[in-house]
């Protein structure tokens, strides 16, 4: 029975621990389980002897606070961060790209709903998408020549998913080509977005489906999508 009630308890201790964003309201909530946890086991001893057994309940405690432990551990890593937290307009690293510059987010923004979109297309993580697209060139708000590792310091500092970061390295196929279909996507929507913008900023006419072709040909030409798994026919969709 004390085996079972630990783990019970570690397991709804990890279950509560994974749904509060709050750090105070964690680790006020880790003390109310505490303590009773601590108070639930010596009861439970009370039963069988008629003594409140604080040996007992702090064995309780601890091995609850190591089932905290481990429940914690394994369940970061089967669970993959979503996101969502990211991308909503009062995330920090949104709200961090708009006060920096305002003509860095509305051309992110252009590129992450042109990533979505492409995304939905061809039937792939399209919030994955457009989360790279909104985050791929946040870099830029930090001073530096890199600004890909400028982008990798504060993907780390906020906590961005392990595959918004590797969009972030691989949008512009120069450090390292794009290895998933989505980080291709974001590659071309960046592409096709900025040579609009050159476009217009030039005054020159010329038609935005010869410009997605000729990104498309450059792309495919280069090798650039050899790693990404997405191929010539979804990209003719």
């Known amino acids: 029975e004390f085996l079972y009630g630990t783990l019970i308890i570690g397991a709804f201790s990890c279950f509560v621990a994974a749904n509060i ?22 009861i439970f001893r009370y039963y069988d002897t008629n003594v409140f057994d604080y040996e007992f309940a702090g064995i309780s405690l601890s091995s609850v606070l190591i089932a905290l432990i481990i429940f914690m551990n394994f369940y970061a890593i089967i669970k993959p961060k979503s996101v969502e937290p990211f991308i909503k ?16 987010y509305c051309h992110s923004e252009e590129v992450a709903e042109l990533s979505k979109a492409g ?12 989360a790279g697209g909104l985050l791929h060139d946040i870099g830029k708000t930090k001073p530096g020549n890199d600004s890909v590792k400028e982008g990798l310091i504060i993907a780390n500092k906020y906590g961005m998913p392990k595959e918004i970061k590797a969009i972030m390295v691989e949008h512009d196929a120069k450090h390292r080509l794009p290895s998933s279909k989505e980080s291709a996507i974001v590659m071309l929507a960046d592409s096709v977005i900025s ?43």
């Open 89 to 104: 307009d009062d995330s920090e690293p949104v709200i961090d790209i708009k006060s920096k510059s305002l003509s860095l």
């Open 195 to 237: 040579s609009l913008e050159y476009l217009k900023a030039s005054n020159k006419a010329v038609s935005e489906k010869k410009i997605i072709d000729n990104v498309f040909n450059v792309r495919l030409s280069t090798g650039a999508l050899d790693k990404s798994g997405l191929t010539v026919g979804e990209l003719s969709r």
């Open 21 to 42: 964003k709050d750090k105070i309201k964690f680790i006020i909530s880790c003390i109310v389980l505490f303590f009773i946890t601590f108070f639930i086991n010596g």
């Open 119 to 130: 995304g939905d297309v061809i039937d792939c993580n399209s919030r994955l998408a457009y």
